[in-house]
């Protein structure tokens, strides 16, 4: 660990809490640290391993300096992430396997040459800075960098890529298990008149509820991909099916 600003007297220190200033961290394994709380004005960590930990409010300073945290190649592998929230972090080549991700919102965060792998449920990557704190990061920015991502191993639960993030520049599982579109915005008009021509019903009410959170979910977003059928749509599968052909063969 190397540390540039000077540490506490030893009259200061509490038991239980680490306190570095400004530093540098690298090759940290986490698992194996004893702290109550960890007092940081900003910090880079560079191969620190947080694999299998529950990330709770004693981490929080972790992402949450200004200026911002970087993490480079830091493995997260099976981590419990959900009670995070980066604010203004960067996460560069580290790798997400089989981390608790559920219900998660990084919108201020920038994800690049990332690795996800496994179920990663209702996630909402963001390609601007967005929500409350976002003009608090440190440095201001209007994009979110996100490059280079790795979700070929992925399950993609309900999990969106929204406000301007370039699907062209990530990797994505392959087969028919995912759908991959252009032009949502003029494609949902489309699919819309379409669907209000089903036989009225069960499946036509379905379907017009599934396009409308469809809508909501993918904010800004010319371009998305989305599972052709997923647990979280509350719709039956045969109608999941028939919404995304109707999007798929909008005319636009």
Known sequence: MSQQDSAPKPDDVEPGVVSVGRAGLANVDFRKARFDKFNLAVANFVACDFRGLRLDEKFAPFFVTRPRSTFVSCKFDGADLRQISPE????????????????????????????????????????????????????????????????????????????????????????????????????LEAARADILGWETGEMRTSGLAMLQSLAQRWQDQREIIGMRV???????????????????????
């Open 88 to 187: 203004g972090t960067r996460f560069e080549k580290c790798s997400f396997d089989d981390a608790r991700l559920d219900g998660w919102t990084p919108a201020r965060a920038e994800f690049v040459e990332c690795r996800f792998a496994g179920k990663v449920v209702s996630v909402t990557f963001s390609g601007r800075p967005a929500g409350p704190g976002s003009t608090r990061i440190d440095p201001v920015r209007s994009k979110n960098e996100f490059r280079g991502n790795d979700f070929r191993d992925a399950q993609l639960i309900d999990t969106v890529f929204v406000f301007g993030i370039d699907l062209d520049q990530q990797r994505w599982p392959a087969g028919d298990d995912y759908v991959r579109l252009d032009k949502f915005h003029r494609r």
């Open 230 to 252: 997923s647990p979280a749509v509350k719709a039956a599968p045969r109608v999941q099916i028939r919404v995304w052909d109707a999007l798929e063969h909008a005319k636009v």
